[in-house]
């Protein structure tokens, strides 16, 4: 008698539905594990918004999710908005609709200068104005929901002054490596030669990627990252760079405006080598809001959000402030809860 091979047995047409049946019965299971669970995220290089107002904004947006309300980003002096991907698609995974316009001089005012009036020179006072139109018609375009505005380095301080002088615009502020005092560092060799250019040819960009280099974050693959890609900008003219750092203290003089209930969340690294992070708590103590929380991390850097993978930590950080605002009234309601408190979190 012939021997018949062993074959697969047939595919039953009933399979497909149990096989479905089974990944449907496995969801609850998946969910109470808290399994990260891919968002539908649309990002707009250039948004409806940016169009209206002339000017370069990013947009992320996830429609298949409640919409808890609008972040607002500022970037920090070396990056467009598109630097806050990262963050920005997992805001938006937790109901929020993210927008970041460029600084100008940045960005997209450089690479398609045409579509903005040609202009691509660094301008933080009209970027300061850029930032207060955004919100204007934001406040229009979702009326009833929380606004929230974010900045790092840079952008964090622009976040604060906005605070300060636009506080109806807003209904709190997330402050990341903003920058109060800079650390003194310590002198190379290679100061001399780029302080003498500096000093003959004051509004030609110099190349700042060795001083980025030590001080950015605390991972050298990150930073390597973050000054080699194409859309960091790495050459700033002395003049731009005395001009940012009079805009920084130009930032913080008022915040003693910020009203008494204008939530804060100020996030600082306790390794930042750009600025000093224990002189932040003399400004904490300067914000004129009593609704304020500042959070030092252990073993953490300067830039922290951008350009770079999401921290866990740093991101349940801000969710978990995001939750306490969703149920606080909207627009600065006097609300007194005391001074505010501090936290010192390990990596």
Request: aromatic share 4%; charged share 20%; with cysteine.
């Amino acid at each position: 008698m012939e021997k018949v091979a062993n074959r697969p047995a047939p595919v039953k047409k009933s399979q497909p539905n149990a096989l479905l049946a089974m990944v449907l019965s496995a969801l609850p299971l998946l969910n109470s594990l808290n399994m990260p669970v891919l968002a539908a995220v649309e990002f707009q290089n250039q948004s409806p918004l940016g169009r209206q107002l002339k000017i370069p904004v990013h947009a992320w947006q996830d429609t298949s999710v409640v919409n808890k309300g609008v972040i607002v980003a500022v970037p920090a002096l070396i990056f467009n908005g598109r630097a806050y991907d990262g963050i920005a698609r997992h805001l938006t995974g937790q109901g929020y609709t993210v927008y970041s316009a460029d600084i100008r001089g940045y960005g997209d005012w450089l690479t398609n200068s045409a579509d903005f009036g040609e202009d691509r020179a660094i301008h933080y006072g009209m970027s300061k104005d850029d930032l207060t139109h955004v919100l204007q018609a934001l406040r229009k375009a979702y009326p009833g929901k929380k606004i929230f505005c974010l900045g790092e380095s840079l952008g964090a301080n622009m976040a604060l002054w906005e605070a300060s002088t636009e506080p109806t615009l807003m209904d709190g502020v997330i402050s990341v490596g903003m920058t109060n005092k800079n650390r003194r560092l310590m002198p190379r060799a290679h100061w001399a030669v780029t302080i003498a250019k500096g000093l003959e040819h004051p509004k030609r960009p110099i190349d700042l990627k060795p001083y980025m280099k030590p001080v950015l974050t605390e991972k050298r693959s990150v930073t390597e990252a973050m000054v080699n890609d194409a859309e960091t900008t790495t050459a700033i003219s002395p003049t731009d760079l005395i001009k940012a750092n009079i805009t920084n203290k130009n930032s913080i003089k008022e915040v003693e405006k910020i009203p008494q209930s204008m939530p804060i969340l100020m996030i600082a690294g306790a390794k930042d080598r750009v600025q000093d992070t224990k002189s932040l708590h003399k400004l904490m103590q300067r914000i004129g809001s009593n609704q304020k929380q500042f959070t030092i991390l252990q073993g953490k850097g300067h830039l922290l959000l951008e350009h770079r993978e999401v921290d866990p930590a740093i991101a349940e950080i801000i969710d978990t402030w995001l939750a306490r605002q969703e149920a606080r009234p909207q627009a600065t309601a006097a609300v007194e809860t005391g001074r505010g408190e501090i936290a010192e979190i390990a990596p």
